[in-house]
């Protein structure tokens, strides 16, 4: 059991992992709301209002693809940066792991939702 705990959290214990994770919560959060409150209200693919029911369902794939790679990100990251990891380094991870995540759903398919069908 030790063997799993060391090759899912590497030297991180849970404590440590939940600690981090809630950092990494933090930076996906706030890049969300910067995206939010640059959304375009006039867009005919978007309520002109905010929807929590569209933007759930708008970004659901987005942030299952988030939460992947944040996880990808904290688990090597000792073993990229031969340092270990800190709570502002982890809203870093999170902050920069949803941004690449939603620049790739801007630009394929796979994350894309058709907002035409989740908007009615």
């Known amino acids: 059991m030790e063997e799993l705990k060391q090759m ?5 214990s849970i404590a440590q992992f939940l600690g981090y994770l809630f950092f990494m919560l933090l930076g996906v959060a706030y890049y969300s709301f910067l ?3 640059n959304r375009n209200v006039d867009s005919k693919e978007t ?3 905010f929807s929590w ?3 759930y369902r708008d970004n659901l794939k987005r942030y299952i693809g988030t939460l992947i790679t944040i996880y990808v990100l904290f688990r ?5 940066t031969g ?3 800190d709570e502002f380094t982890a809203f870093l991870l999170g902050f920069s792991g949803d941004g690449v995540v939603g620049l790739n759903k801007k630009s394929t ?3 894309k939702q058709k907002r035409t069908k989740i908007t009615k």
């Open 47 to 49: 309520p002109q209002k």
């Open 35 to 37: 995206e939010i409150r």
């Open 8 to 12: 899912l959290l590497a030297d991180y």
């Open 76 to 80: 090597f990251f000792p073993e990229l």
């Open 83 to 85: 340092n270990s990891l």
């Open 109 to 111: 398919k796979l994350l």
């Open 53 to 55: 029911k569209f933007w």
